[in-house]
C-alpha cells in the first residue's frame, strides 16, 4: 500500500525569502520535515548554534609551577565561574577538557585534533560566553580573553498556513519561514505526506509499484534470498485477479479470510491449497525466465521446493492463524516466511490480514 510520502522535494523560496509552495497538499503537518540547502534540517522551531570558540594552540599542555592558572567565565551573562588548573608538565587535551567540565557549569569542553574546544549548552543570539581578561589560562590554550563569545540563529522557524485560494477538499499548505532566509538563491527540500488524489508515486490508486532508486538515478536492485522472499510474499498475499495484466497472478488468501469458520477447518485447508497452487505456478514462472527467455536466475533465487506450509491458531487471538511457509532454494537454503493472519468469527463477513504480525525468518 503506497504511503502517499513524498520525499525531499526541491523548491526555491519565493521571491519574498519566507515562503515556499509544496507541488502537493500536505495531508499531516507532523509529517513536514523541511532541510535548507540541502545540508540543515530545519525544525518548525527554527535552527540554532551554541556559542563556540576552537583554541589555536595544540595539546598537551604544561603549567607554570607553584601558580594555579585560572580559567574565569561567565555563561549567559551569569555570575563568574572560576575553574582553577594546578602547576603541571605536558598535560594530555583530554584530562583538560575533563578537568574544565568537572568545574565550570553552561559549557561543554572537547577536544578536537588536539585543540580545546568550548561551547555554551544553549542555543541561538540568547546563549553567550565571556572570558574574563583575569584568565592567565587562556592565553595558554589559543583562546582570546576580554572577549564574548555568542550563539547564532542560523534559520528562523516556519509556520504551516493555509492559501485560502485553494480547493478546500485538497488545501495547499504553505511553509512560511518567520524571518527572511540570508539569500535569495537559497532553497529548501521538504518531506511530507500528500492525499491520496494528489500522490504522485501511486498516481491515486492506493497502490505503488516497487521500483526504488539511490542518489545516482540507477534502480535498486534485490537478488538472491532477499529476491525469493519478496517474490513468494508478493505473490501468495496479493488478490488473485487484481493484476488486469496477469490475471494468474496471487491467491485467494484474503477472499478466504471472508468466509465463515468451521468445524473441519475449511478455510484453512483452503489457504494451504491455494499457497501450494501459487508456489507452483511462480516455480513455473522462474524456470521460463531460465530455459526460455534466457534470463540469468541464481540457485539463491530459485524456488526449487515447497517444504511444508503449517497454520497455528493463536493462543492469545482464536481469530489469528499464523501461517508459516518453508520454501528450499536451489542452493539447499530453507527459507522460513511467518505471518499472521486475522480471520473472522463463524458470523463475520469479512476479515483482514495483521500486518502488524508479519515476519520474516532466514535460516540456513
Request: proline share 5%.
Amino acid at each position: 500500500m503506497c504511503p502517499h510520502a513524498v520525499t525531499e522535494e526541491a523548491l526555491f523560496v519565493s521571491s519574498d525569502r519566507m515562503t515556499v509552495r509544496p507541488l502537493r497538499p500536505i495531508s499531516a503537518g507532523v509529517s513536514v520535515k523541511v532541510y535548507l540547502n540541502h545540508a540543515i534540517e530545519v525544525p518548525s522551531f527554527g535552527t540554532a548554534i551554541p556559542a563556540r570558540a576552537t583554541g589555536m594552540r595544540r595539546g598537551p599542555f604544561s603549567f607554570s609551577t607553584g601558580v594555579n592558572d585560572t580559567l574565569e567565565v561567565s555563561v549567559n551573562q551569569g555570575a563568574t565561574q572560576t575553574a582553577v588548573i594546578p602547576s603541571s608538565n605536558k598535560i594530555p587535551t583530554k584530562q583538560v577538557a575533563d578537568l574544565l567540565n568537572q568545574q565550570l557549569t553552561g559549557m561543554v569542553f572537547s577536544v578536537v585534533n588536539e585543540h580545546l574546544t568550548f561551547e555554551s549548552r544553549d542555543t541561538g543570539r540568547q546563549a553567550s560566553i565571556f572570558l574574563k581578561p583575569t584568565s592567565t589560562a587562556a592565553s595558554l590554550f589559543g583562546f582570546f580573553s576580554n572577549q564574548e563569545y555568542r550563539g547564532q540563529q542560523l534559520v528562523s522557524g516556519w509556520t504551516l498556513v493555509s492559501d485560502p485560494t485553494t480547493l478546500e477538499d485538497r488545501p495547499t499548505r504553505l511553509i512560511v519561514f518567520d524571518a527572511p532566509l540570508r539569500s535569495a538563491s537559497d532553497f529548501v527540500e521538504i518531506s511530507y505526506v500528500t492525499l491520496r488524489e494528489e500522490c504522485r508515486r501511486c498516481g491515486g490508486t492506493g497502490v505503488e509499484n516497487d521500483w526504488r532508486y539511490d542518489r545516482n538515478g540507477k534502480v535498486i536492485e534485490i537478488r538472491d534470498e532477499g529476491l525469493l522472499i519478496q517474490e513468494l510474499q508478493k505473490d501468495i498475499y496479493t488478490l488473485r485477479g487484481s493484476n488486469p495484466f496477469h490475471l494468474w497472478y496471487g491467491t485467494e488468501i484474503i477472499e478466504a479470510i471472508g468466509k465463515k469458520l468451521t468445524a473441519g477447518g475449511f478455510v484453512q485447508n483452503l489457504v494451504v491449497s491455494d499457497i501450494y497452487q501459487a508456489f507452483n505456478r511462480w516455480q513455473s514462472i522462474k524456470r521460463q525466465q531460465e530455459n526460455d527467455v534466457g534470463q540469468f536466475v541464481s540457485d539463491s533465487e530459485y524456488p526449487f521446493r515447497l517444504l511444508s506450509v503449517n497454520l497455528q491458531q493463536s493462543t492469545q487471538d482464536p481469530t489469528v492463524i499464523f501461517v508459516e511457509v518453508t520454501v528450499q532454494n536451489r542452493s539447499n537454503s530453507p527459507i522460513q516466511l511467518t505471518r499472521g493472519l486475522k480471520l473472522p468469527q463463524a458470523l463475520a463477513l469479512s476479515g483482514t490480514i495483521r500486518q502488524s504480525l508479519s515476519s520474516t525468518v532466514l535460516s540456513g
